[in-house]
């Protein structure tokens, strides 16, 4: 496993450490858990090696984040609804592709302080009407005009700010809630990718801290694209 330190320049980013590490499901071992010396969880026994692949991924950047913000525990267990719990005194998020895995750790100062990161390929072309169907809305990517993009890679920026948006406020909410409660209202083009407004809903306003507006920033890729949600 190939692992680097990811340099983003976003004052909302400052303080954290972001690792990234490419994995390839097909060369997997249970070994590879001893070897990296990351806790093999017992949720896991019967999993595929596809998924335990690209969980040992994910713990395997969150577990060098967290080294390199010299936390002495960097183990990162399961918890309520298979969410990852992080060491006391920090907060984090992992996501993963079919070949890449990225966490992202910062030091919890606020109780409301947390971070949600989430990395896609753009979505194909015979998906695309699918995924529109159930993650946007014509408002939402009518802001998008001006940045040029295909109607693909609109779908698979949006879904992937809502994913970055919700893995930040799970902690709060406590429970999954869908696509329409989050809804990007604004659209900043940037040098590296663009930077997304969220509102939300009523229902989600009576459960958040703050009822404020939200910003996700993206980073675009050759074949796809990165996104974070820090609170």
């Known amino acids: 496993m190939m692992s680097a330190q990811v340099k983003?320049?976003?004052q909302a980013l400052r303080g954290s450490a972001i690792i990234m590490c490419r994995f390839d499901a097909e060369y997997y071992s249970d070994m590879l858990f001893t070897e990296y010396d990351i806790n093999f969880p017992v949720e896991l026994v019967k999993a595929?090696?596809?998924r335990k692949a690209e969980f040992l991924a994910g713990r395997y950047c969150a577990k060098h984040a967290l080294l390199q913000l010299g936390y002495s525990d960097s183990n990162v267990v399961i918890g309520k609804?298979?969410?990852p719990v992080w060491p006391r005194g920090s907060v984090g998020s992992i996501s993963h592709d079919r070949a890449r895995a990225i966490a992202i750790v910062k030091p919890?100062?606020?109780?409301s302080d947390s971070i949600g990161v989430d990395i896609e390929k753009w979505v194909a072309d015979f998906e695309v009407q699918n995924l529109r169907s159930v993650v946007t809305i014509m408002e939402e990517e009518d802001l998008f005009v001006r940045l040029n993009l295909?109607?693909?890679q609109v779908v698979t920026i949006i879904f992937s700010a809502k994913e970055s948006f919700f893995k930040a406020v799970h902690h709060q909410i406590g429970e999954y809630f869908g696509f329409e409660e989050a809804r990007v209202t604004d659209v900043q083009k940037t040098s590296t990718g663009a930077l997304?407004?969220?509102s939300v809903s009523d229902y989600l306003k009576g459960r958040l801290f703050s009822s404020k507006?939200?910003?996700?920033?993206?980073?675009?890729?050759p074949d796809g694209v990165l996104?974070?949600?820090?609170i």
């Open 81 to 83: 609804n298979r969410s």
């Open 227 to 230: 996104t974070f949600c820090s």
């Open 213 to 221: 507006e939200y910003e996700v920033i993206t980073y675009f890729e």
């Open 150 to 152: 295909s109607v693909r």
């Open 196 to 198: 997304l407004s969220i």
């Open 108 to 111: 919890r100062v606020a109780l």
């Open 8 to 10: 983003l320049r976003h």
């Open 48 to 50: 595929v090696p596809k």
